[in-house]
């Protein structure tokens, strides 16, 4: 079955410091892959998503991605984080659930910001 | 335009009571779907709705019944609630397509506490 590991349950970094959230999946066929963001209290926000094409993603608020076919990852990165960073992020793949495409989410990375 | 709205916001239960978390989004989305956020667990999918009058069940369907008599609104049923389902529940909606091509947008979320 199609899965999604983010091995890193909680991350802490400077502000100003560059970020690497992992990323790794489990997937027979090309896989369709997808960074989320939880703010606080909030819903989840696409931050961008990965289906073919280009390795490097580029997503909203400086991030990006990179999908590597043969690490099985799509790590997300930004060069220098912001305070307003701080939160929940999720990964996902694309899967067949049932006959029907689902997405199937990462257990999630919780990021904190140091002043 | 509210996107995809849910309430209540919170709520505590007593085991065996039964309650009604409501999902409503105004963008025409056809695509539905409820899902669980639990500590370490990422988000799972308890059931999902291609449109209105058709549901079907996603990965944690036990225990929940849904609904779509409208293309509008999306509830999720506890008929008897369990400890077990205490959780943080997301509502998302997309448009009818390819998952891979469309954004799935999330509600804030509605937090349930069973005692």
């Known amino acids: 079955a199609q899965s999604v590991t983010q091995p890193d349950i909680h991350i802490t970094v400077s502000e100003g410091a560059s970020l690497e959230l992992r990323c790794n999946y489990s997937?027979?066929?090309?896989?369709?892959l997808f960074w989320y963001v939880q703010s606080p209290g909030q819903g989840l926000q696409l931050l961008l998503k990965?289906?073919?094409?280009?390795?490097l993603v580029q997503g909203i608020k400086g991030f990006e991605a990179e999908f590597k076919r043969s690490q099985s990852s799509f790590n997300l990165r930004k060069p220098s984080v912001h305070w307003s960073d701080a939160a929940e992020y999720f990964c996902?793949?694309?899967?067949?659930?049932?006959?029907?495409?689902?997405?199937?989410f990462g257990q999630g990375t919780r990021l904190t910001i140091n002043p | 335009n509210a996107g995809v709205t849910q309430t209540p916001k919170f709520q505590v239960l007593k085991t065996g009571q039964s309650m009604t978390l409501q999902c409503a989004q105004d963008?025409?989305?056809?695509?539905m779907s409820w899902y669980r956020q639990d500590p370490g667990m990422g988000l799972r999918l308890i059931h999902y709705?291609?449109?209105?009058?058709?549901?079907d069940q996603g990965e944690v369907p036990n225990g929940y019944n849904v609904s779509r008599s409208t293309t509008e609104d999306f509830p999720l049923r506890l008929l008897s609630a369990a400890p077990s389902q205490t959780s943080v529940y997301f509502c998302?909606?997309?448009?009818?397509?390819?998952?891979?091509?469309?954004?799935?947008?999330f509600g804030p979320g509605t937090r349930l506490l069973v005692l």
């Open positions: 998302a909606s997309r448009s009818r397509g390819v998952l891979v091509l469309e954004t799935q947008y």
């Open positions: 990965y289906f073919s094409g280009d390795t």
């Open positions: 996902a793949v694309n899967s067949i659930i049932q006959g029907a495409q689902k997405l199937v």
């Open positions: 963008m025409n989305h056809e695509y």
């Open positions: 709705s291609v449109g209105a009058g058709i549901t």
């Open positions: 997937y027979g066929a090309t896989p369709y």
